[in-house]
């Protein structure tokens, strides 16, 4: 089998594999996290040296767990939202549309990631009836226009590991224009305090990741003053609950800026075009 070659110092290519690596060796855990098979076969179908990556145990338990409140998260509004529209921003090598919305008839999926990272991922993963991808910045307007003719239906907006790389401005811009044309529509979203983006930049470098944060968020309910309409629905953080796995880095749920420097918002983004008919 001929192996697609990745060249490091691409810094699309270490970003996006450290999370699909981390998912190949959670697949041998006795009891991983999170079930992905896929990601092992797709490691073998890479041309890449995964060692440079240095992945260390309490890195690759933080990204499953980031992955898996991801996945429920997407499994909740599914549930709530039989015909839902799911945009996964930044999407990479995941394989989220398998493990949580294949089954789901009536949902439509879109995958949006840079060219370069969409024109890889049609070499690895062959692109599913319902599942379509996007090959653009998430601030262009051509796959908006695309995805709005589906605006009366729920949507749903995915961003893992995406908003910290751009500045405050651009989030809030991404924030304000989902709002506009998606009434009612729901965001997930990772976010750091302004310290943890300082230490994941050190984290970064130890990786040799060309890559550097930049958007830091200090209170889950900061994105409520950029709109009217904006509301945090809920957060969650690394350590509301144990997980033995991670170690010694367990001791850092008793220091609360480290405990709470990280975490996963769920914001709707005004009332929908049905709660406004209702006076909701």
């Known amino acids: 089998m001929t192996k697609i070659k990745l060249h490091s110092g691409n810094d699309v290519a270490e970003t996006l594999l450290i999370a699909l690596y981390a998912r190949a060796q959670e697949a041998r855990q006795p009891v991983p996290l999170v079930r992905d098979a896929r990601a092992a076969a797709l490691v073998e179908q890479i041309d890449y040296d995964f060692a440079r990556l240095r992945l260390q145990s309490h890195d690759q338990v933080f990204t499953m767990m980031r992955v898996r409140e991801f996945d429920r998260r997407a499994r909740d509004?599914?549930?709530?939202?039989?015909?839902?529209?799911?945009?996964?921003?930044?999407?990479?090598?995941?394989?989220?549309f398998e493990r949580v919305a294949e089954r789901h008839a009536t949902v439509t999926w879109y995958d949006?990631?840079?060219?370069?990272?969409?024109?890889?991922?049609?070499?690895?993963?062959?692109?599913?009836?319902?599942?379509?991808?996007?090959?653009?910045?998430?601030?262009?307007?051509?796959?908006?226009?695309?995805?709005?003719?589906?605006?009366?239906?729920?949507?749903?907006?995915?961003?893992?590991?995406?908003?910290?790389?751009?500045?405050?401005?651009?989030?809030?811009?991404?924030?304000?224009?989902?709002?506009?044309?998606?009434?009612?529509?729901?965001?997930?979203?990772?976010?750091?305090?302004?310290?943890?983006?300082?230490?994941?930049?050190?984290?970064?470098?130890?990786?040799?990741?060309?890559?550097?944060?930049?958007?830091g968020l200090r209170r889950g309910r900061d994105p409520e003053s950029w709109g009217e309409g904006i509301r945090l629905l809920n957060e969650w953080f690394y350590f509301d609950e144990p997980e033995p796995r991670l170690g010694a880095a367990r001791l850092m749920r008793y220091l609360p800026p480290l405990a709470q420097g990280t975490g996963i918002y769920h914001y709707q983004l005004g009332r929908s075009r049905q709660e406004r008919r209702r006076g909701v």
């Open 77 to 96: 509004f599914l549930a709530r939202h039989p015909q839902a529209v799911v945009i996964h921003i930044g999407c990479g090598l995941n394989t989220r």
């Open 112 to 215: 949006l990631d840079l060219p370069e990272v969409i024109a890889l991922r049609r070499q690895l993963i062959a692109e599913a009836e319902r599942c379509q991808l996007l090959g653009c910045s998430v601030f262009e307007e051509s796959w908006l226009e695309t995805v709005s003719v589906h605006a009366s239906r729920p949507f749903l907006f995915l961003a893992e590991g995406v908003f910290p790389y751009f500045e405050e401005a651009q989030v809030k811009a991404l924030f304000l224009t989902f709002m506009q044309r998606f009434p009612g529509a729901e965001l997930v979203c990772d976010a750091m305090s302004p310290l943890m983006v300082w230490v994941n930049n050190l984290h970064l470098r130890y990786f040799r990741a060309g890559a550097r944060l930049h958007w």
